[in-house]
Structure formats: C-alpha cells, structure tokens
C-alpha cells in the first residue's frame, strides 16, 4: 500500500474511509451512521447495522465456491499425529452443529461462553459457534491455573464452559479437565461444562459434564443469528499478571472490518492464502490473527500445538512451513531468538556448501515474517531475514487495540519505507503521539508517553466487561482527550515509531530518563548474546541504577565473566557514563510467560531483594529461585530512596 496516500485518506474524512472499509463485510442490514459517539467514551461503529461474524467466517465462502478450500491446518508435534486439514464446508458444519449444542445446553443470545482450551480446531469451533447465535465467548488461556479461571469465570458468570480433556506444554501434558472442574469448585459455578476428548486422552465426567462427541451426534446445525454490529463477539482479559483482569469487549461489526482492512493492507494475504500466527488461542494474536481474520478473508489458517524449539528440534517452524505451504508467518521475537539460541546458523534449514545452499527444507512459498508482542532487536531481525530471505516487519498493538496500532506493512520493502528497531508507522484510525508527563506533546526524537487521539477506531475495545468506570479510568483519565497506551516511546522525523518499553521501564537515573528497551538494543546486538533484559533497580544515590540479565547462545565460548565486562562497557560507551551501569549478569535463562513475554516486574523485584511475585503466566517458577540465589550469591540488593519503592501494577 502507499502509506501517504491511504493516511491522507483516512484523515480527509475518517467516516468515507471506514464505510468503503466496510464494503467487505457482509452486513444483513447496513448502518444508520458509521460512528455513533455516546457518553462514557463509547464509540458505535456501523451504529444501527447487523450482520453476523460466524457468516462471514464461513457461509459466505461456501456461498462464493470456496468450500473445498482448507479452512484450518492443524499441527500438534507433541502428538506425534500427523497434520490434520479442515475444509470451510466441514468447519462450517461443525460450528453449525456445535452452536445447535450450545443451545441445547441453555445458551442463547447475549449469554457469555468461557472456553477454556488448547490450540486445537474445536477451540474456533467453540468461538464461532457462540458468534453464530449471538453468544459472547470469553476465551481463557490454557496456561492459567484453577484460580485464574475461576476469576475469570466469577466476572463473566458464564451460562456454559467449553473445555478438553488435555492439552501440552512443550512436551508437558496438562490436564484442562481437571483444572476446569477445580474452577469450579472455587467459583461455585453451576452449569453444563462441554468436554471434548482427546484421542486416547481419558476423563471422569461428573454431573453436569457434557461429552462432546456424544453432544454433536445428536445436534442439528443452526443458521447464523442477526446480531447488531455493537453486540459483544468477546471479552479477553489481559493477562492478569499484575491487579486484577480487565475484561476487555470487543464488537462485532467493527472488529470484522478492522481485520479484513489488515489482511489486505498490513498482511497482505489475499483469499486463499495461508496465514500461521503462531500464538496461543487465549491471547489476542490468537483471536485476531488465527480465529478471525484469516478466516474472514477466506485463507487458511494454521494452528501449531507445539513451540519453536524442542518439539522435536529449531527446525519445526521450517517444517509447518513447508508441509502447509506458509505465506504469511507471524510469531513473536522470542520465538526467533529461541530457534537462533539453538541453531545460529540455521544449519538446520539449509548447508552452506561450495557457495550453495543445500535446503533441508522448502521454505519458497513464505513471503514475509510479522513479528509482535514484544519489541524485536535488530539483531534478531537482521538474522531471520538473513537466513530466511524475506522480510520481517515489526508491527505494535495491544489487547486494548485488537489490530496494529503501528506497523510496517508487507509493502514496505524498499529501505526508505522501513526503520528498523522502530514499530513502522501509524496505521490509518490511530492518530499516534507522544506526550510529557503533563499531557503536552513532545518534539520528534524525544520520548515520552504514548497515546492515540479519539475516537477510537473500528475494532479497538468497546468497554470493560462490568467495570465501564475502570475502563474511563485506566485510559482516559491521565490523558484527557487521548487513549493512554500505557507504553513509552518516540516517533522520529519520518513518522516511524519506536515503542520503548511500558512506562514503567523508563527508569530515572539521577534525573535523566532511560528506556530500558534502547539498552536492551544495545546489548541484542553482542555477537554472544542470544535475548537480554533490563530491569531499574532502586538506589539510595541516584534514585535508580540499569541492571542487565544476559543469556548466551548456545555455542558461545566466550567466559560468562568476560561477556558481563563487555556488556557494562559497551552500553557506557554508546549511551555515556550518566547511565550509571555497572551490573550485568549472565543467567542460564529468562523468566517468561508461556506466551513468552520477558517477565520484568518480576526481575525488578528481585534485584531489590523483595520477594518476587509468581505470576500465573509463568512458565517454569524455578526460573525466580534461580535468579534470586544468584543476586544472593552476587550480594545484590537494591535500596530505595523512599520508604515505598514503585512497582508497576
């Protein structure tokens, strides 16, 4: 796309862009008025419209000949099953026969579903069988525990829970049933819960449980219900590893055409394409990028039960790719570095031989890698595009956003169309700005808080699941007249932005404001580095001093020691002796959510000797134990200028 034109576009008149957008939407009534502003910041848009997301994932394409297309590709490695397809036509009976379930079991419209499930097909069916009868889905992460989903389950009070026998972590099984029926205990829930069973997984039902299998031989399918284009498709709740989950709600409508102007605007993935967002079902990624938008824009999307390394080896992303005939790979930058970590020269993608390369596997019909979710160091993204000869795009969203807020776009391939390091550019529907603390807009180059001008475009969230007081508070009331993102950053003279971090990793030292995600570039880009973090910790000086958590590739022969020395005196050298680093720490590994998102809260509250919390997307607890013995055994300790240090909720 020409970024400057389609920008201008939509700033001349944001209602025409929109409503042209919206052209690709199969709307059962049109609207009364593209954006309906209400009190509350509430933003309609296609106010008065109906259409249905289940239709336009499905039956339409069927409609249109594509039924014989692969709708789903699913690949569970851990398994060892081989890979399983699923045309439009049979998901589309599927989901028809599993909404003909839900409403055999009490569900109905406006009830709420909580599913509860592994990266399997069943999980979408679930989703788009509640969006068939106007049912709103609330999917939780598969990682969480009993607690959790418990929490999650006492907000939403749902009318059903969906959810499997089992499901893996790496190599590890974990029992959803069980955890289910403890969530229920613990919430005091009554109601019909849907099992799926596995193949050769085994479950004890209990009154009240509905197997899945059985359920489905005795439905019948169920045709598509109007629903308005403001009525809740889902609530997500953010992560909820620090204070209590927002129930994020999306609309229907809205969202839809926000996804469909993606997958042909960011992602370029036409219809019948294929499109792998190797992600977990219960975040957002999940959502926006494997249940909707590849579906709605009539591609194939590919669903993975495994991880980038370890099931079997670093070469499965290059197998999926191959056996599914991957265009469009979106992952997250942890899931590059881990497969770098382990084979840095991606030997086992292809041989360097006699100035050749013999590939090992058949990578041709990849076009471009997206990456998301956390900020990717150049470094990394220098080597994935080295080795896999594509390019590899950063784009920045939230679960708030539902779709890139910031992105460079598959078309912007030329040098003077990309930045790298930064986030691309602001897509059309998000007027992007930095502002000081005050709320005034800072000069180009200069970093400051990250907000978006209102209203909120097609596809943002619509409120928060009954708490439409917290959502006004926790947006819109720093900044009045903005979106408050909640993240650090600064957008550079040609409009790119460079998302640094949340706030709450700007520390201040001695007065002086630094981005823990511009030392983390600095650190990325050590040749012995694989993945680095930088945490503040408290200093009765200077207020706060940069500490450096450093884990190395996996064929470094370089001396811990030694790596520590050069961290300490590069970051000085680039960023000066004002930055006050003298810490650096090589660690065996980070702690990470399952997700792979670097855990930092908890980094900072051990390196001031608090104890540090246990979040429940923690991927392995012993990870904390390791790093505290060795701060410990380093005589590290943080001490605060203030009687209460901060810590970031």
């Known amino acids: 796309m020409n970024y400057t034109e389609v920008r201008d576009e939509w700033k001349s008149s944001p209602a025409v862009f929109w409503a042209i957008a ?87 419209f406006g009830d709420v579903v909580v599913i509860y499930m592994p990266v399997i097909p069943q ?50 099984r974990i ?60 609530i997500l709740h953010t992560s ?42 219960g975040w957002v990624l999940g959502h926006s990028f494997i249940a909707y938008g590849p579906l709605l824009n009539g591609c194939t ?38 497969i770098r970590k382990e084979d840095p020269a991606g030997l086992l993608l292809y041989e360097p031989i006699l100035g050749s390369r013999i590939w090992h596997h058949d990578i041709k019909s990849l076009r471009t890698v997206f990456v998301a979710g956390e900020r990717c160091d150049t470094s990394t993204m220098n080597w994935a595009e080295n080795l896999l000869g ?3 795009l950063d784009n920045w969203w939230q679960t708030e956003a539902g779709w890139p807020i910031a992105a460079s776009t598959a078309e912007d391939r030329a040098v003077s169309e990309r930045c790298r390091g930064s986030a691309g550019r602001a897509m059309p529907g998000w007027d992007v700005r930095c502002v000081d603390d005050q709320g005034n807009e800072v000069q180009n180059g200069i970093t400051g808080n990250i907000v978006c001008a209102l209203p909120l475009p097609p596809g943002a969230m619509t409120t928060i699941w009954n708490a439409h007081a917290r959502y006004e508070s926790s947006y819109f009331q720093r900044f009045p007249g903005w979106y408050d993102t909640g993240d650090a950053g600064y957008i550079d003279v040609n409009g790119f932005l460079h998302v640094m971090g949340r706030t709450d990793d700007v520390i201040n030292v001695a007065g002086h404001r630094f981005s823990t995600g511009a030392i983390e570039e600095i650190v990325a880009r050590l040749a012995p580095v694989a993945e680095c973090a930088v945490v503040g910790m408290s200093d009765p000086l200077k207020g706060q001093v940069p500490v450096v958590f450093v884990v190395l590739k996996d064929r470094s022969d370089v001396a811990p020691l030694e790596v520590e020395t050069q961290v300490v005196q590069t ?79």
């Open 571 to 649: 970051v000085r050298e680039q960023l000066g002796a004002v930055i006050a680093l003298r810490l650096a720490f090589v660690v065996g590994r980070l702690p990470k959510t399952r997700s792979g998102k670097i855990l930092r809260r908890s980094l900072l509250y051990i390196v001031d000797g608090k104890p540090a919390p246990i979040p429940a997307t923690i991927e392995d607890p012993a990870v904390i134990s390791e790093i505290e013995r060795l701060m410990q055994q380093r005589w590290i300790k943080g001490e605060s200028l203030f009687d209460e240090t901060h810590y970031p909720d």
């Open 390 to 392: 594509v390019p590899v």
């Open 123 to 172: 999980a979408i069916i679930a989703m788009l069988a509640c969006a068939r009868i106007g049912a709103t889905h609330c999917v939780v992460f598969g990682g969480f525990a009993a607690k959790e989903l418990a929490t999650r389950i006492m907000d939403t009070l749902p009318k059903a829970i969906v959810t499997a026998s089992n499901g893996f972590e790496g190599s590890r």
């Open 240 to 281: 909820g590893t620090t204070g209590e989950p927002k129930g994020i709600v999306r609309d229907t409508g809205g969202y839809m055409t926000a996804l469909l102007w993606s997958m042909n605007n960011i992602y370029r993935c036409p219809p019948g394409d294929v499109f792998w967002a190797a992600a977990d079902i």
């Open 301 to 338: 999307t590919v669903l993975y039960e495994g991880k980038p390394v370890g099931t079997p080896d670093s070469a499965s992303f290059w197998r999926v790719i191959e056996q599914h005939r991957v265009n469009v790979l979106f992952a997250a930058p942890t899931a590059l570095r881990a």
């Open 175 to 234: 029992d959803y049933k069980e955890t289910v029926d403890e969530a229920i205990q613990l919430s005091m829930w009554t109601g019909p819960a849907i099992v799926y069973r596995r193949e050769g997984a085994s479950i004890t039902l209990v009154p009240g449980d509905v197997e899945w299998d059985r359920a489905m031989r005795e439905s019948h399918p169920v045709s598509p219900v109007p629903v308005p284009s403001s009525h809740p498709l889902y």
């Open 22 to 108: 919206a052209r690709h939407v199969n709307w059962m009534e049109k609207w009364d008025n593209v954006l309906a502003e209400r009190p509350g910041r509430r933003f309609a848009w296609f106010d008065g419209a109906i259409t249905n997301a289940s239709y336009n994932c499905l039956d339409r394409h069927v409609e249109s000949g594509r039924g014989e297309q692969v709708a789903i590709a699913f690949e569970s490695p851990v398994t060892g099953a081989v890979a399983q397809t699923m045309t439009f036509a049979i998901l589309t009976d599927q989901v028809a026969r599993f909404a003909g379930v839900l409403q055999r079991n009490g569900v109905g």
